[in-house]
């Protein structure tokens, strides 16, 4: 997977993917279950794109539903709680050393939650506030989330030249159900089979020999 360069101020953080960028970014696809059925194919398609300019790093996620109107989302703002939600997240090593991670998810509503994956997924540190944007909208097909991550909230070498970053999807389909903790998830998927939360063995390669 690979992050392509393009113009400062190029993009505006909507939610709405419809700025020609997006177009010049290879979506990474072909999602894997967790949950129900671990290691088949995704129920539902989502398609992740990668771009980045001189001070952001910016993802956007489609995350298609057969039918929109089963989007499931309950409450937002910041630290919300994933279990009353449908949900995408990612989780970026920015250091490509497949032990540690920050991990951004948010849902359909734009609620924000972040968390700091160490020690291969053994401590996650949910005190960790970091500062990154999102935005989404919704239509017929389903929702769509628009991240801007600036460079300074990550930690990676500072070498210039083109580095390799690891990184990990995913995204969480929710049913509604007649149980105490709310919600079940219809279809929980990542892009590569691997721990969930764990930055995935895929890569991310992002010029910065310009930052």
């Not at 894997?32 to 398609?45: C, L, W």
């Not at 210039?160 to 709310?182: C, K």
């Not at 892009?191 to 939360?197: A, D, F, G, T």
Request: charged fraction near 25%; aromatic fraction near 10%; proline fraction near 5%.
């Amino acid at each position: 997977m690979r992050a392509e360069r393009i113009q400062d101020g190029a993009l505006k953080i909507d939610g709405h993917l419809d700025e020609p960028e997006w177009k010049l970014a290879q979506p990474a696809t072909d999602f894997i279950q967790s949950v129900p059925d671990e290691r088949q194919p995704a129920t539902e398609k989502t398609e992740v794109r990668v771009l980045y300019d001189s001070e952001n790093l910016y993802i956007g996620a489609s995350c298609f539903l057969k039918d929109a109107r089963n989007i499931r989302v309950y409450k937002y703002g910041r630290d919300f709680s994933t279990t009353t939600t449908d949900t995408f997240e990612m989780a970026i090593d920015a250091f490509h050393d497949m032990r540690n991670a920050l991990i951004m998810t948010t849902n359909p509503l734009g609620g924000t939650l972040d968390t700091e994956s160490g020690d291969d997924s053994a401590t996650i540190n949910v005190n960790w506030e970091g500062v990154w944007y999102v935005r989404t909208s919704i239509d017929e097909e389903g929702w769509y989330a628009e991240y801007a991550i600036p460079f300074k909230t990550l930690r990676y070498r500072s070498t210039a030249g083109e580095q390799t970053w690891g990184i990990n999807l995913g995204g969480g389909s929710a049913t509604e159900m007649n149980y105490p903790t709310g919600l079940l998830f219809q279809d929980l998927s990542g892009w590569q089979r691997c721990p969930w939360l764990a930055p995935s063995p895929g890569l991310m390669i992002c010029h910065t020999s310009a930052i």
